[in-house]
């Protein structure tokens, strides 16, 4: 999971890409990075680790010239999450001069490492997938067009050839050097890739192409579309815009975690308002906790905030019982889930959450998150409920068990990080010290978003691999899975 913007304008774009950074830093907080292109063809990049705020100077922002550019906020899946080198974006210097964008997970970067060495002679200075993809789009692009020409039909088969080389989820965004900027998205559309124009004071277009709507939204850019799955959209340095299907099946199979918990609820995504989805999910919950708790049991629901709200208002609406803020946080910590190392995430939960005693003392307390993944938040959410004074604790996941590795990018490599793994509910229940655990069904959830899409009739599925086991690209293999759990694990 990264946060992605690529931008043409008809005026310098550095400081609007800054703001959508902002606005995509619950994404990434590990590094973050802008490039910018000048029609000439001279580019410039600044990124560095750590937070939007705190890598960005004035001097850095007055050397990102150019009316075409584009952005990244990182959260580590491949490399090193330390590593300033393995900060997005890439540069490549031929064919052209390509600087390059990705959210998502490459799955067969074994065999594109041993390519670029074997086949194409090219050099990788680092282990981040992003590279293996640059390279490998530089190279398609090396073979399809010539040193003088490069038209929009070129690029296209070029990306035709580069989705059939790589595997996995990937929304990319490039800058090629005097031409323009390419995006693409994977043929089964699981990372997301919004389409979005606004009028400039010369009434010439401007576009933007980013990971979520609240983007467009906060520039004034009118929505155009998703970019589809398998999809390349190209747009000229001067604003022309062209789109073509690149993929031989695509099919749209959205990452079901985007809903419960990735993308911020102002956002719409594929269609279908983030919000919307999480307070079906509540509603769909809120049966099943009707079906294990004992009615009248439960005094109070409350929220872990902040992605859990909408479905636990959702809960408390359905099951008639009162809603309270127990939680307090702390709005200068990161999102917990996202920071790298075991270590980092327990520190961070008592400095993000302080528990409210007047909201917990003698009362039956049922606590709903988005979802529970190592369970290393949720043990000391139940804890600091006990020691503020509940008299028991009822915890609900918005989602359900995660049981099996995701490998589509979020960083989630090792079944055995996971506590739903191996363990039965009442199990999990008594690590976590609850005095009830309640998850959602996995059709439950898939239902909530679905139907949440009004009857768009592409969306009828989604890539739930985490809760099922079902790899939606077809390609993972239990001896890829066990190479990820032995070299990536965190």
């Known amino acids: 999971m990264c946060g992605i913007v690529g931008m043409v304008g008809r005026a310098p774009v550095n400081q609007d890409i800054y703001d959508a950074l902002l606005l995509l830093q619950h994404r990434g907080q590990d590094a973050t990075g802008i490039a910018t292109a000048e029609p000439n063809g001279v580019m410039h990049t600044h990124k560095a680790s750590g937070m939007v705020r705190e890598a960005f100077r004035t001097r850095d922002m007055r050397s990102l010239l150019g009316n075409v550019g584009l952005g990244h906020v990182r959260y580590a899946t491949k490399g090193t999450a330390s590593s300033e080198e393995e ?167 959205p990452c079901s975690f985007e809903y419960v918990y990735l993308a911020r609820p102002d956002s719409i995504m594929n269609g279908v308002p983030v919000y919307e989805s999480r307070l079906r999910m509540g509603e769909k919950l809120a049966a099943t906790i009707a079906k294990t708790v004992p009615e009248g049991f439960i005094d109070v629901v409350m929220p872990i905030p902040d992605s859990s709200r909408p479905a636990a208002m959702e809960v408390s609406r359905v099951l008639g019982i009162e809603y309270r803020e127990g939680f307090y946080k702390n709005r200068y910590v990161g999102r917990t889930f996202i920071m790298p190392g075991q270590a980092a995430r327990k520190k961070s939960v008592r400095q993000k959450l302080n528990a409210m005693s007047s909201e917990f003392r003698g009362k039956n307390v049922l606590l709903i998150d988005d979802s529970i993944v190592r369970g290393t938040t949720s043990k000391q959410i139940v804890q600091m409920a006990r020691d503020a004074g509940a008299k028991s604790v009822i915890f609900a996941s918005a989602a359900p068990p995660v049981r099996f590795p995701h490998v589509y990018g979020i960083n989630m490599p090792s079944r055995h990080e996971l506590i739903a793994h191996g363990r039965t509910t009442e199990e999990i ?62």
């Open 87 to 253: 900060a997005q974006p890439f540069y490549v210097n031929s064919p052209y001069g390509i600087i390059l964008i990705h959210n998502g997970n490459l799955t067969n970067t074994r065999e594109l490492t041993e390519d670029m060495a074997q086949r194409d002679r090219r050099h990788l200075n680092s282990s981040s997938d992003t590279e293996l993809l640059l390279n490998a789009l530089a190279n398609e692009l090396q073979a399809t067009t010539s040193p003088v020409d490069l038209e929009p039909e070129r690029i296209f088969e070029a990306v035709t050839r580069t989705h059939r080389r790589i595997e996995g989820a990937y929304a990319v965004i490039a800058i090629i050097a005097g031409y323009g900027l390419l995006a693409f998205r994977d043929p089964h559309g699981i990372r997301p890739l919004i389409l979005g124009r606004r009028a400039a004071d010369d009434g010439k277009d401007e576009w933007v192409v980013t990971s979520e709507s609240l983007v467009l939204e906060n520039g004034d850019y009118e929505i155009v579309r998703d970019i589809e799955p398998g999809e390349a959209v190209f747009i000229t340095d001067e604003g022309e815009l062209f789109s073509k299907q690149c993929a031989d099946d695509p099919r749209l199979l």
């Open 429 to 490: 229940a008594a690590e976590l010290g609850a005095d009830y655990l309640v998850y959602q069904e996995v059709e439950d959830l898939k239902a909530a978003i679905i139907e949440s899409a009004e009857g768009d009739p592409r969306f009828d599925d989604l890539d739930l691999s985490p809760f099922d086991g079902r790899y939606v690209t077809g390609t993972v293999s239990d001896e890829y899975l066990a190479w990820v759990e032995q070299t990536q694990s965190s």
